[in-house]
């Protein structure tokens, strides 16, 4: 693992205009939730343009290897995924998608189940093609629902892990699930861990389930999370995934899109972790696995 990364750090050095050698870091965000259904995806495939209305070049990965849908909210068929990258049957680069939206995808693997059972080979292979999304300024993961090892892997490895959660008191729970495995399974947890509300009716509900969240999550794991945001429940989200276009571009001033926006805005507030990158990401993610 040690030459793996010293690999890694040297194939993320890029030469500068003058010659000199600069390194660039690539902030990697994983946006998980507990269980399916609380619009996880729609949250990260918007925070990915909104991320790129901010002049950020930014790459969307469909990390959710068995149920990929980050094409179908963006209405995009790609011919090649990630099941080809790991099959050595194509490069990262060739299944890299521009899209009208301003960003770049990399397709999920629909039926491959976990990165864990990845050969030693192909774990090797999938580490070695990851350097190509080394030139984005920002990465958004969006990790399969629930609580697999790959899921894991990828919040670990992360620079921050976005939790989503919605109202209903089954995926308030999920949620809670979900952190408290983060908490027990990951050794050194030293990442920014971040909740949003989907879907509230009101500031008031957003405000009362993430208290709920983070107050048993200080008591009993005693670990932070921050309040990042809420997303209202707009009848535009689902006019927008009917007609396979997200929501920000579909309707920019619906309440929903304002939202999205005002989290893309607090989350660059936040300080980037020392060290980070894709390097970094790569070193945490594959550690893990091992």
């Known amino acids: 693992m040690t030459d793996q990364a010293e690999t890694l750090r040297e194939i993320m050095r890029q030469r500068g205009k003058n010659g000199s050698d600069v390194v660039r870091n690539t902030r990697i965000i994983t946006v998980a939730s ?14 990915a343009l909104a991320y790129g209305a901010m002049g950020q070049k930014v790459v969307l990965m469909d990390a959710d290897l068995g149920l990929a849908n980050v094409n179908v909210v963006l209405g995009i068929i790609p011919k090649y ?30 039926g491959f189940a976990k990165i864990a059972n990845l050969s030693e080979e192909e774990r090797q292979g999938f580490i070695e093609e990851l350097q190509h999304l080394s030139d984005a300024d920002v990465i958004i993961i969006d990790a399969g629902a629930g609580v697999s090892n790959n899921v894991l892997a990828f919040v670990a490895a992360a620079d921050e892990a976005i939790i989503v959660t919605t109202p209903e008191p089954t ?30 009716k009101s500031v008031t509900e957003g405000k009362k389930v993430a208290e709920r969240v983070i107050n ?21 989200v689902q006019q927008a995934v009917v007609k396979q276009k997200p929501f920000l571009v579909m309707d920019p001033r619906s309440k929903a899109s304002i939202c999205v926006h005002q989290i893309a805005s607090r989350l660059e507030k936040v300080e980037y972790r020392e060290g980070g990158g894709v390097g970094q990401f790569l070193k945490r993610l594959f550690g893990r696995l091992q």
Do not use: C
Not at 34 to 47: D, E, M, R, S
Not at 173 to 200: F, H, P, Q, S
């Open 34 to 47: 507990g269980k399916g259904g609380v619009g996880k995806t729609n949250v990260a495939t918007n925070l």
């Open 171 to 200: 995926a308030i729970t999920d949620a809670y699930g979900i952190i408290k495995i983060i908490a027990t399974e990951i050794d050194n947890l030293n990442l920014g861990l971040k909740l949003i509300v989907n879907r509230v």
């Open 216 to 236: 048993i999550a200080g008591q009993f794991l005693n670990l932070k999370i921050d309040y990042l945001g809420y997303v209202y429940d707009d009848p535009s």
């Open 81 to 110: 995924n990630l099941y080809h990258v790991i099959r050595k049957q194509k490069q990262m680069r060739d299944i890299l998608m521009d899209t009208d939206y301003g960003i770049q995808i990399v397709a999920g693997a629909s």
